[in-house]
């Protein structure tokens, strides 16, 4: 049988190389193609990976982003393989949130759109009116509020009107968007490690630079207000004596506040509020933007300490761009939802930019985001019911993986029988009981890194290093996902990718939304991998 795979897996690489020869030859023969492919040369050959990530356009990446793009580059060479190989592969790199249910306030406002007049018109560039009035009011729900508003008649009592916030294709296309905006060559925006890596690419791929501010354990791995103006002083100082005499020197324009953080799942709360007026003021005090990210708000595991906005703090709004979207917490990614929130000075370049790049944002996305984030009593009272449920699966999800990696008795004694059941309900693979009682070899999960919203968790394999398999050995990180891949078919966040503030530690972002099956499976295989590494 194996042998079979492997005459087949051969079969499958001379075709495939053949093809693409041809597809080479093809192209060549075509003269307006062969101009794009002297501009565009790694356009030559089909890819099967990720998406190109881009490059810088003046000089190259910094060490701390040139590490992710290095990460992404190892996970296409990985992905190329798949193709050859008949195993099952396991990706645990994936931000899909659970597949649950789509919130059902959003699916009736989709829906209701759609079976009404009007879809044949073209949305306008800044958004419905009268949805933009729908979240506003969701805002003032919030706690959101502008002290300093403008003198216009449209601005409602807590200082905002329609014209704070308009509507993208996600947050990721509204952080680009901002970055563009209030960037220029040579800036820099500060970005917390760890943190979402792709986020961290965009300022520099415009030329900007990412200085990070590593996120410490004495801290609880959540950003220092002191320490976050020592920085931007710092690079402060540092540009104003490279650039000195040019026309313009750079400074530092941009904090990226993720709260939840992606990967840490750390939340800044209610608890938390010094913690954030501090970090709002300290940015505000030096003409530094926060850019308040709050896409996993909803999924706060706590309902009394969810994520709190910086723009809800007195004095905050005009300094803040907070971004929202349905993506994560309300079980629409596909649907690439989402709204800024700033001062109309931004919004409205983020409107000229819409407008110049694809003239408008489908008016689908406006009609579920006034579904899923509005102040109505339909809308509330489902809130509560959906997500009370859905954190609850997150929180046993977490439990789960965490019962296999560090063992049973490092589970909440309060889910150690709720997770004895989820396992036997969905495995007979006996496999496990060996990872309740000792865990994963050579895995753990830090004390002060236990997710608190979200799915990920950050999983430290250091025990792991100089480990060997024969003539390899476990020199680093890529050492150890290559070695996982090769083995059991593993995909998962680079420590690196997800800018971990250590260089010298193993550390691994996994999903844990995913299957009851496969977090039991993964872990089984993991397990089983690393026992096959040895000391050297």
């Known amino acids: 049988m194996i042998i079979l795979l492997n005459l087949i897996d051969l079969l499958l690489i001379v ?21 794009l492919l002297e501009r565009y040369p790694y356009l030559n050959k089909r890819h099967d990976g990720f998406p190109d990530v881009g490059k810088r356009k003046i000089s190259g990446y ?85 002290d300093e508003p403008y003198d216009f008649n449209d601005i409602n009592e807590v200082g905002l009107s329609k ?50 501010l590593p996120l410490e354990e004495e801290d609880n791995y959540l950003p220092d207000p002191l320490k976050l103006e020592k920085l931007i002083k710092e690079v402060n100082d540092r540009l104003q004596r490279e650039h000195a005499g040019e026309d313009y020197i750079p400074r530092v324009v941009g904090y990226l506040n993720a709260n939840p953080n992606n990967p840490t799942g750390k939340v800044m709360g209610i608890r938390e509020y010094d913690r954030l007026k501090n970090l709002g003021k300290v940015c505000k005090d030096n003409g530094v933007f926060v850019i308040d990210d709050l896409v996993y708000r909803d999924i706060s595991y706590s309902e009394e300490d969810k994520a709190y906005p910086i723009a809800a703090i007195p004095g905050m709004f005009r300094n803040t761009i907070s971004l929202f979207g349905l993506s994560k917490a309300y079980g629409m990614a596909s649907l690439r939802s989402g709204f800024v929130v700033a001062d109309e000075v931004i919004i409205r370049e983020i409107v000229n930019r819409i407008f110049q790049e694809m003239d408008a944002v489908p008016a689908i996305i406006g009609e579920a985001l006034a579904g899923g984030f509005n102040d ?43 997770v004895l059941k989820l396992i036997e309900q969905h495995t007979d ?34 025990k792991l290093k100089g480990r ?61 991998s690393a026992k096959k590494l040895v000391k050297q």
């Not at 649950?100 to 073209?122: C, L, N, Q, S």
Request: glycine share 6%; aromatic share 14%.
């Open 163 to 212: 014209h704070n916030l308009t509507f993208t294709v996600a947050t990721s296309h509204a952080f680009q968007l901002i970055m563009d905006i209030i960037t220029r060559p040579g800036d820099v925006v500060i970005v917390p490690g760890p943190n979402y890596g792709l986020f961290a690419i965009r300022p520099e791929r415009i030329n900007a630079d990412v200085v990070v």
């Open 376 to 418: 109505t009593d339909y809308r509330n009272k489902e809130y509560d019911k959906y997500f009370r449920e859905l954190r609850q699966e997150y929180i046993n999800r977490y439990q789960t993986f965490k019962s296999l990696i560090m063992g049973i008795d490092k589970v909440d004694p309060e889910y150690r029988d709720i």
């Open 15 to 35: 075709l495939y190389y053949k093809a693409t020869i041809k597809g080479e030859f093809f192209m060549e023969a075509i003269k307006s193609l062969n101009h």
């Open 62 to 146: 910094s060490e701390p982003i040139q590490k992710i793009v290095d990460g992404f580059s190892l996970y296409d060479s990985l992905i190329a393989t798949r193709f050859f190989n008949s195993m099952k592969e396991y990706n645990f790199t994936s931000g899909d949130p659970l597949a649950h249910e789509a919130f059902p306030p959003v699916k009736k406002a989709m829906h209701d759109y759609i079976e009404a007049e009007g879809v044949h018109r073209y949305p306008y560039s800044e958004g419905d009116d009268r949805i933009r009035e729908i979240l506003v009011n969701y805002l003032k729900q919030e706690g959101i509020r502008n």
């Open 429 to 462: 693979d006996d496999r496990y009981m060996d990872l309740l009682d000792r865990g994963i070899k050579g895995a753990t999960i830090m004390p002060n890194l236990e997710p608190e919203s979200g799915f990920f968790l950050l999983v430290n394999f250091n």
């Open 468 to 528: 060997r398999f024969g003539d390899m050995v476990i020199k680093d990180e890529f050492d150890l996902l290559k070695y996982f891949y090769n083995t059991i078919k593993l995909r998962y966040i680079l420590g690196s990718g997800c800018l971990w503030p250590n260089p010298n530690d193993l550390i691994g972002r996994f999903t844990y939304a995913k299957s009851y099956e496969d977090l039991i499976e993964v872990s089984c295989l993991m397990d089983e």
